[in-house]
């Protein structure tokens, strides 16, 4: 049986694939000219059956990333849409993960009785990506899937029924939303997110409570729809911004019913629903916040649409953040677009770069203050920068006053908060090599990691709840994201205590979550972390424990071969879990060849990752450096490879990878990158041997257009022209080329 690595599919591309029209419903006087896009996204599916987190829904959910996979390999299979009423048509496009000689019938039906051939390959034909122009109206569309030479399971990345679109389209579907607090599995997300059985719920009953909507650009609003989950008496209000400062009312209502609408006029990009009281006292809600207008709103979160993350340790460097503030204008024009700080509230600096805790809400006096800080995150917000801070809420200093309180109170058989904070104990419990005498405490404290960092404790709900608190300072402070050091590891933590102290007060504010060191999917579904680290491609060791990489290994063997397979497994899993993966070089391999290094980054960069350096031109450790001592050629190729990664939203963090088949796999990887929507794309051809070749591709059925001249995102110029089906570029030792194409 093949694994589903050997199956995954693709995105909502075109590619000429010939077939006779087929007729549905007749149309009786001509369409007057209206808007065109895929009535799929926000259709119901169905499937003859579905692997686990592998929905049918994922086919039409306008998101390449995501897909539909059969639960084995068994064929025929197959996917049908109920666009919910007859709909006229205009094509249908299907994709696959692989490119394949794929067999396989698209048929269309007024009733799901009888059916109309639309799209006939049962007989085979190669590539990933088809699209056939539709005349007729149906109401469903159905895929069916008859077989694959090499043996893939069935499946679809997007199912594409594009028609005319006659109904008024709710902007607000899919975009950023925020609240003042969710129940668990009440996130506001799902306020937008077209599900009628989902909603947004608060965290209690207390109010107001409020939800608000990033449009992501100015909307000139026409309508408003709010829906509570109850039929009552609702007091509330809607109001509009362009700048989350100044609001004008857009609805206000105290009335009587569970769906309220407004027209109304105006531009806007936040919409801000504040739920006041209810006759019934049902708690804050909104079954769907709908907004209505013309625009183009934004439902990409930024980091699933940008790379280029430089890592700083300041504590550990005694690095200034007014030094860091000096370097923003530099780092955005090396191609940058984010920053992380690791950590920045006071810390132990003799110990793993500060993180063990001295105080959690005061910045190292070493690194700066306050002021310091939030100059430094308003002067990255003016350059369109964001800024992550690694932090931890896992172990304290055993020299911080939280602890030595703890000891204290322990001793003297005083109850207070901060001894609840930590697990001190008369006599060790289970796994005695974890628990560490403290003879100022007279007992003896859990440890996970070092006996000078005592764990916090995460069966105390005063800690459970100081965790909520401190993570909504930082927040509130305006930063862009979170990242936390091994959340798996917390003493006594469990799944519902990490969401209720950690991810779900995130999720309020709809940020970047990297949960450093987990690996499973379980981690997104369940955890609900949004980032995870991607050991499989690359595990970050320190000199001299190199850790591992699998591209260092396919550059040292000169077979890149098996690199797809390890993308599927894990960063393509990660991404359908809803997530992305993060990854930085293998900087455990001290000294590489720097063509080889340079190598593994244009794949980093260009394969669908959120792109890390550390230290600037250091590699894991301070006092280890490596790019200083390359050439200014080599230096610059580096940050010619960091502006690549945001010239083309095809190289974002999201979006689908394709496999291209080259004239040797052995020697050379091709691959095709879509962004999240499928709109952008790029071609990526990497040379794994050590002399000059000669790669090949065959681009038929692959959804690039072969008769153009590419954009050669490293060089910013002309790539080699594309005249024919078959495209050959020659690459030198360990060279790359990196493609805008159409």
Not at 229 to 236: G, Q, S, T
Not at 519 to 545: A, C, K
Request: proline share 5%; net charge negative.
């Amino acid at each position: 049986m093949r694994r589903i690595a050997a199956l995954v599919l693709a995105s909502v591309i075109g590619t000429s694939a010939l077939a006779v029209p087929a007729k549905g419903v007749p149309t009786e006087r001509a369409v007057p000219a209206q808007t065109v896009r895929n009535l799929a996204v926000g259709a119901t599916a169905t499937a003859s059956d579905s692997l686990t987190k592998f929905e049918p829904g994922k086919a039409i959910d306008g998101n390449s990333s995501t897909y539909w996979a059969a639960s084995n390999e068994a064929m025929p299979k197959w996917l049908r849409v109920d666009l919910g009423r007859v709909r006229q048509l205009t094509s249908v496009e299907q994709s696959f993960k692989d490119v394949d000689t794929h067999s396989f019938l698209i048929e269309g039906s007024v009733d799901g009785n009888g059916w109309t051939a639309l799209l006939d390959r049962r007989a085979g034909a190669r590539g990933h990506v088809f699209t056939q122009p539709v005349t007729g109206s149906y109401r469903y569309v159905r895929l069916t899937v008859t077989g694959s030479v090499a043996g893939r399971w069935a499946g679809s990345t997007e199912f594409a029924v594009n028609g005319y679109d006659d109904e008024p389209r709710n902007l607000a579907r899919g975009v950023s939303a925020t609240s003042s607090s969710l129940g668990p599995g009440y996130e506001p997300f799902k306020a937008v997110d077209g599900d009628p059985a989902t909603y947004w719920g608060a965290e209690k009953p207390d109010l107001p409570q409020w939800l608000m909507l990033d449009l992501g650009n100015d909307i000139a609003v026409s309508r408003i729809e709010q829906s509570f989950v109850d039929n009552d008496r609702w007091k509330f209000r809607v109001e509009g911004s362009r700048d989350k400062s100044s609001w004008q009312t857009l609805m206000d209502k105290d009335e009587t019913g569970r769906v309220f609408g407004q027209d109304v006029t105006g531009t806007y990009r936040y919409i801000k629903l504040t739920v006041f009281s209810s006759g019934a006292g049902h708690w804050a809600c909104s079954q769907e916040l709908k907004v209505f207008g013309a625009g183009e709103p934004v439902t990409t979160k930024w980091w699933e649409d940008r790379s280029g993350v430089m890592r700083f340790y300041p504590i550990w460097q005694r690095l200034r953040l007014d030094a860091i503030t000096a370097q923003l204008d530099s780092l955005k024009a090396r191609g940058f677009r984010a920053i992380e700080l690791s950590p920045v509230n006071d810390g132990d600096r003799d110990l793993w770069a500060g993180l063990p805790v001295m105080d959690l809400y005061t910045i190292d006096p070493e690194i700066g203050t306050m002021q310091d800080f939030e100059e430094l995150l308003a002067a990255a917000h003016a350059r369109g920068l964001k800024v992550i801070i690694f932090t931890n809420p896992g172990y304290a200093s055993v020299n911080s006053p939280y602890f030595q309180k703890a000891e204290d109170d322990f001793r003297r058989g005083v109850e207070s908060a901060e001894r609840s904070w930590f697990d001190i104990r008369k006599q060790p419990g289970e796994y005695p090599e974890k628990w560490h005498y403290s003879e100022r405490a007279q007992g003896y404290y859990w440890g996970t990691w070092d006996k000078k960092a005592p764990s916090f404790n995460y069966s105390s709900q005063a800690w459970l709840d100081k965790t909520r608190h401190y993570l909504r300072f930082w927040m509130d402070k305006g930063i862009d994201g979170i990242a936390l050091d091994a959340p798996n590891v917390y003493h006594t933590s469990t799944v519902e205590k990490n969401n209720y102290a950690i991810t779900d007060v995130l999720r309020n504010y709809d940020t970047f979550m990297n949960g450093e060191g987990v690996r499973e999917p379980g981690y997104i579904y369940d955890w609900h972390y949004n980032s995870l680290q991607d050991y499989t491609i690359t595990q970050w060791g320190e000199p001299p424990g190199q850790g591992s990489s699998a591209i260092l290994k396919a550059i040292d063997s000169g077979d890149p071969s098996g690199l797809e397979d390890t993308l599927k497994n894990y960063r393509d899993l990660m991404v359908n879990a809803g997530g992305i993966t993060q990854t930085a070089p293998n900087w455990g391999r001290a000294n590489y060849p720097v063509d080889s290094r340079l190598l593994e980054i244009a794949m980093l960069t260009s394969m669908g990752t959120l792109f890390y350096l550390h230290n600037d031109y250091y590699t894991i450790l301070p006092h280890e450096q490596e790019i200083p001592d390359w050439t200014p050629e080599q230096r610059a190729m580096l940050d010619k490879l960091m502006r690549a990664q945001n010239a083309s939203p095809a190289l974002a963090p999201l979006g689908l990878r394709v496999r291209i088949p080259t004239n040797d796999d052995h020697k050379y990887y091709a691959y095709k990158r879509l962004n999240k929507d499928g709109t952008a794309k790029a071609l990526v051809l990497l040379n794994f041997r050590n002399t000059a070749q000669t790669v090949s591709v065959d681009l038929t059925g692959t959804g690039i257009a072969t008769s153009q001249t590419p954009t050669d995102l490293v060089e910013s110029k002309p790539g080699p022209p594309i005249t024919g089906s078959t495209y050959q570029v020659r690459l030198p030792a360990f060279g790359f080329t990196i493609l805008s194409v159409q």
